[in-house]
Every structure is written in C-alpha cells, then in structure tokens.
C-alpha cells in the first residue's frame, strides 16, 4: 500500500512539476514542436504589453466588445504583438457578432498550429502563434458557410494592426 501511495506521489509530482516554469524559461512538452523563439518570461514581460503577455503568454481571454480591434473596420493586417509576424488580414476579417475579431482564416497556416484545449471544462481548438507557443485566440465551424465554415476568434491584446 505504500509503494502504490508512493508511485502515485510521484506521477502527480512529475505531471505537476513537468508543466511548470522552471528557472523563468518558457519550456515546451516533448511532444510540442520545437519553437524558434525562445525567451525568458522576464525577457518577454518586458516586450509585451501587460495585456498582451496575459493573453499571449498566461492563455488569458480579454472581454468581448472591450478590445482594440471586435470593431476595427480599417484596411490593413494583424501582426503578432510579440514577434511583428503578419498573421490575419482585414480582408478575412468579418463581423461575427461575439465582440471579438474574427476572421475565415489565417494569411498562411504555416505560421499558426491549431491545438486541442480543454480548460475551463470546455473542448476546443486554440490558435497559436507557431514560432513561439504564444495563445492567439481559438478557432470554431460556425463561421461563414460561403468563405469556409471557420471563425478565427482572436483576442485583439495578441496582434498589432498595421494601417494599409
């Protein structure tokens, strides 16, 4: 019985203790592709704004209809907050009506990798920026029939807007 008390200790320390960040650096699970960038957590507090390293680095959710851009109808393109890379554009940006942007698709689905995210009960599929792990938002089928089917529903704290 304490063998089986202590083998149970131990897994629940590994995967506790396995998902966490050690020494500041942001560590990726083995079976996560490797990223290009890489940088400590200070490294990136002091990059992003507060905002967007709660939403990009902590997976956090802003209000609907309280974010920069649900309402942006300007032409232009959606970059990365943390690395400038150019991710949606206002060309596949449509009104949706949940009070966060949303758009049909990505500029190039190289840069995104869609994952499966089950927090907060729920099961979905996040967006995330490639090159760094980062939480861009989440991505469902009740978009547009006509252009697709996806919704790209964003968080306007992850991107930079980028005037044509």
Not at 106 to 124: A, F
Request: with cysteine; charged share 25%; aromatic share 10%.
């Amino acid at each position: 019985m304490k063998r089986l008390i202590l083998i149970a200790i131990t897994a629940a320390s590994v995967s506790f203790f396995g998902c966490q960040n050690i020494n500041g650096q942001n560590k990726v699970a083995s079976n996560q592709p490797k990223r290009k960038i890489v940088k400590t957590d200070a490294e990136w507090k002091k990059e992003l704004s507060p905002k967007a390293y709660e939403i990009m680095v902590q997976r956090g959710t802003e209000p609907p209809f309280q974010n920069a851009y649900y309402n942006n109808h300007q032409k232009g393109i959606y970059v990365s907050a943390a690395t400038g890379e150019p991710l949606f554009s206002s060309d596949d940006k449509f009104e949706s009506g949940t009070g966060w942007p949303s758009f049909v698709k990505p500029i190039d689905m190289s840069k995104i990798e869609i994952v499966h995210d089950s927090s907060y009960g729920m099961d979905r599929d996040e967006v995330i920026e490639k090159s760094t792990g980062f939480h861009l938002g989440h991505v469902f089928d009740d978009g547009p029939a006509n252009r697709g089917g996806k919704r790209y529903c964003m968080n306007s704290a992850a991107f930079k807007f980028i005037k044509k």
